[in-house]
Structure formats: C-alpha cells, structure tokens
C-alpha cells in the first residue's frame, strides 16, 4: 500500500526567503507525482505535475523534482510572498490505477 | 472557467439524519471522485467513477455511504444514518482519463480539478 510523508508538517518563514517541502512515497511504481496547493476553505488547485520519466518542473517560483528510485520530491518556493502562505500537498499515482494518494501536507506561513 | 461545483457548501446536521452531497463534474470529464478530509486522516480516497460506473468504493464505508452518479452531470455522496465521525470535508474533483493515461491539458499539467468541498458537521 502505497503511503506518502510530508515534511515538515507546518513552516513559518520570513518573506523573501528560499524554502524546501519534503515529500517521500514508499512504492516508487508511481506513475506521477502532483504538488497542490490548499487555501483555508478551498478546495486544492493542482501547481505542479512530474512523470515518472522526469527529474523536474517549473512554474514560474516554483519547481519540483523528483528522485524516483528513492521515493522523494522536494518543492522548492523561490523568493518566499505572503500569497504564498498554504498548505501544500504532494500526491501520487501509481501505475496500476489512476487516483492520487495524498501526503498529510505542509502549512506554511510566510510573514511580511 | 471551467470548475467542479459542489453543493451543499457548508451543512449541519443532526446524528442520524441523512445527508446527501452532490457534485458538478466539469463538463466532457470522464472520472469523478470524493474525497475525504480530516485533521487525522488527511485526504481519502472514498470512491470513484470512470464513464459513470463505479470503479473502487473500498475507501467507504459500505453500511451507510452510498455514492452514485445519476447521470454525466452529477455525482451524489449519500451518508445515512449520519454519525459525528462523519464530520469532515468531502471533495469532488473530476479528470479526463482515457485508455489509462492521464491527458494532460491545463499548464500546470494535470487536468484533475478539486471542488471546493462540502463542510459536514455532524451533532
């Protein structure tokens, strides 16, 4: 059975500082792996996705990797804003079925 | 725009009763499915639909949640008798799966799109 971690569990940091979200997944037969994003109240809005053949992505401030064989990605947030305050949550697919496990996700506050 | 709409937004309810959450899909998607979120468990997978027919409903359970999709437009999340354990946040999202693979579209790269949930609260 497929289980996804997320570290930390919640972050605070400075405006305009460089962050990393953890995520690890214990099958590394996935067949991709998303990052959301999750405001107070809302629904969660897809920021990211990596298939399983590549290493990385990028949007704008923000870019993913992802290590398969070790069963890690990282989100790193360039240039940290206070709209960035959220909580992120990594999820996978693996091969055999198509609906998205999801890690326990990172709260994270950025303060001006 | 195209979004996943559910409703009711927010219900409270009495122990007991029964409750019935329903959901939009984005039109032309082909896969429907409700989640579940909670502080402990995080998000759960509860059941999900491909072209209306039910997939995998091991995520729910079987003595008092039904899901069903009455046609291509709607999806529906029956729990009855309703329990306060129950009290959570229930998700729809839709996404266009064809022979397998994930058609990816949007820029981000992924056509899946969540709902803004359904925030039970049972008394």
Redesign the interface.
Same mark, same amino acid.
């Given at each position: 059975k497929q289980e996804v971690t997320q570290i930390p569990a919640a972050l605070s940091v400075p405006e305009g500082e460089n962050l990393v979200l953890n995520c690890s997944f214990t099958d590394s037969a996935i067949?991709?792996l998303?990052w959301f994003r999750q405001d107070p109240?809302?629904?969660?809005?897809? &920021?990211?996705?990596i298939q399983s053949s590549q290493r990385e992505?990028t949007?704008g401030r923000l870019n993913a990797s992802l290590d398969k064989s070790s069963g890690r990605s990282t989100l790193y947030i360039a240039a940290s804003q206070p709209g960035d305050s959220a909580t992120y949550?990594c999820?996978v697919?693996g091969t055999g079925?198509?609906? &998205?496990?999801?890690?326990?996700?990172t709260r994270l506050l950025v303060s001006p | 725009d195209a979004r996943v709409t559910q409703t009711p937004r927010h219900k409270v309810t009495e122990m007991g009763q029964e409750v019935t959450m329903r959901c939009q899909p984005i039109l032309g998607h082909n896969t429907v499915f409700w989640y579940r979120q909670t502080m402990m468990q995080g998000l759960e997978l509860l059941a999900y639909f491909r072209n209306r027919a039910p997939l995998d409903d091991s995520g729910m359970p079987k003595d008092r949640f039904s899901a069903e999709m009455p046609d291509a437009t709607l999806a529906t999340l029956k729990i009855q008798p309703s329990e306060p354990r129950d009290s959570a946040v229930y998700f729809c999202a839709s996404d266009l799966i064809i022979r397998g693979t994930l058609i990816n579209r949007t820029p981000s790269g992924n056509t899946i799109y969540f709902g803004e949930g359904s925030w039970l609260t049972v008394v």
């Amino acid at each position: 059975k497929q289980e996804v971690t997320q570290i930390p569990a919640a972050l605070s940091v400075p405006e305009g500082e460089n962050l990393v979200l953890n995520c690890s997944f214990t099958d590394s037969a996935i067949y991709n792996l998303q990052w959301f994003r999750q405001d107070p109240g809302k629904g969660l809005t897809s &920021l990211l996705l990596i298939q399983s053949s590549q290493r990385e992505q990028t949007s704008g401030r923000l870019n993913a990797s992802l290590d398969k064989s070790s069963g890690r990605s990282t989100l790193y947030i360039a240039a940290s804003q206070p709209g960035d305050s959220a909580t992120y949550l990594c999820a996978v697919i693996g091969t055999g079925f198509q609906k &998205l496990v999801f890690g326990t996700g990172t709260r994270l506050l950025v303060s001006p | 725009d195209a979004r996943v709409t559910q409703t009711p937004r927010h219900k409270v309810t009495e122990m007991g009763q029964e409750v019935t959450m329903r959901c939009q899909p984005i039109l032309g998607h082909n896969t429907v499915f409700w989640y579940r979120q909670t502080m402990m468990q995080g998000l759960e997978l509860l059941a999900y639909f491909r072209n209306r027919a039910p997939l995998d409903d091991s995520g729910m359970p079987k003595d008092r949640f039904s899901a069903e999709m009455p046609d291509a437009t709607l999806a529906t999340l029956k729990i009855q008798p309703s329990e306060p354990r129950d009290s959570a946040v229930y998700f729809c999202a839709s996404d266009l799966i064809i022979r397998g693979t994930l058609i990816n579209r949007t820029p981000s790269g992924n056509t899946i799109y969540f709902g803004e949930g359904s925030w039970l609260t049972v008394v």
